[in-house]
C-alpha cells in the first residue's frame, strides 16, 4: 500500500492517508524525545525496533480478545492500521510507584501497587498533558462517562494481558500509556503503540531498565541495546528471523 498524504506528524511517528479510505500508514521514525520534545536525537533503528515490538504486542491483545488498530506490517518501520478518530486521553496503567507519580504524591519509588492505578492525563503539548479526572474529561467533551469506563476497562485488560506476557520474558511490566480512537462505528479501539517508549520495563532478575527512562536520564549509549533486549526476549525464533534486527 503506497503513502498518500502526511495526515499527522507526531514526534516519533508520521501518519500517511493511502489509497485505502478506512486505513492510515504509520511510519515509526528513527527520532527518540524527551521533555515535551525539548530534548531530541536520531537513533538508528529505533523506529523499526517500536514499530515491530509494538505488532507483536498487538498482536498478543488481539488475541486476548483486544481489538487494536493493527492491519499489517508491510515493512519493519511501517503499520498499516485502521483509521480512528483518536481520542486525546493518555491512558496510564501502574503496577510499581515510580516517574510522575512519585514526584507528585508521597508514594515511595518502587512501591507495588495492587490493585493497579489508572490514571488519565489530557493529550495536549501545549498544557502539558495534565491530569484529567472524569468531570473535566466531560466538561472537555473529549470523552463521555460511557467512554472512560470503558478507557479504564480496556486498560486494565491490556495490562492483565501484558503483565503476564513480558513476565514470561523476564520483564517487569512497571507502568504503561496507552492511547484509543473510535472506529467508523464508533467503537473504541486501541491505537497508537505499545514500545518501550511508552512502558517501564525492568528486568526481573536485576531490575535493569529496558525502556524509554534511558534516554531520559541521558543515558544515550544504552538506549537501543535496552530495545533490542526486549525485542530479543519477547520475539520467537522465527519473527527473529523475518525481521532480522
Ligand atoms: O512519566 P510518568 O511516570 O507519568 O509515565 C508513566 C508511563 O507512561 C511511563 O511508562 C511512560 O513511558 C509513559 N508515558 C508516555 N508518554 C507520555 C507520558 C508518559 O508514554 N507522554
Redesign the pocket.
Known amino acids: 500500500m503506497e503513502k498518500k498524504e502526511l495526515i499527522n506528524s507526531g514526534k516519533v511517528k508520521s501518519v500517511y492517508s493511502c489509497e485505502d479510505d478506512d486505513k492510515v500508514i504509520i511510519e515509526f521514525r528513527d527520532d527518540m524525545t524527551a521533555g515535551d520534545g525539548a530534548r531530541k536525537e536520531v537513533m538508528d533503528n529505533k523506529g523499526s525496533l517500536n514499530a515491530i515490538i509494538s505488532t507483536k504486542i498487538f498482536r498478543v491483545l488481539e488475541e486476548n480478545g483486544i481489538k487494536t488498530q493493527l492491519v499489517d506490517l508491510p515493512e519493519k518501520n511501517v503499520m498499516v492500521a485502521k483509521k480512528l478518530e483518536m481520542i486525546p486521553i493518555?491512558v496510564?496503567v501502574?503496577n510499581i510507584a515510580?516517574?510522575?507519580?512519585v514526584?507528585k504524591y508521597p508514594f515511595e519509588d518502587g512501591t507495588p501497587l495492587d490493585p493497579p492505578l489508572v490514571?488519565m492525563?489530557f493529550?495536549d503539548d501545549e498544557y502539558h498533558?495534565p491530569m484529567l479526572n472524569d468531570s473535566i474529561a466531560k466538561a472537555l467533551k473529549i470523552a463521555t462517562q460511557e467512554d472512560l469506563d470503558k478507557l479504564k476497562e480496556l486498560a486494565l485488560k491490556v495490562n492483565e494481558a501484558l503483565k503476564e506476557f513480558f513476565d514470561k520474558a523476564g520483564i517487569i511490566l512497571?507502568?504503561?500509556?496507552i492511547e484509543f480512537g473510535k472506529d467508523a462505528d464508533g467503537e473504541i479501539i486501541l491505537g497508537d503503540e505499545i514500545s518501550p517508549?511508552?512502558?517501564?520495563l525492568w528486568d526481573k532478575e536485576t531490575l535493569d531498565m529496558l525502556?524509554?527512562?534511558l534516554f531520559r536520564k541521558g543515558k544515550d549509549n544504552e538506549v537501543i541495546d535496552a530495545y533490542i533486549e526486549v525485542y530479543n526476549r519477547i520475539m520467537t525464533d522465527e519473527e527473529k528471523e523475518k525481521y532480522d534486527m
Open positions: 493518555e496510564i501502574r515510580t516517574g510522575s507519580l514526584r490514571q492525563d493529550k498533558d512497571v507502568d504503561f500509556k517508549d511508552s512502558c517501564r525502556d524509554k527512562e
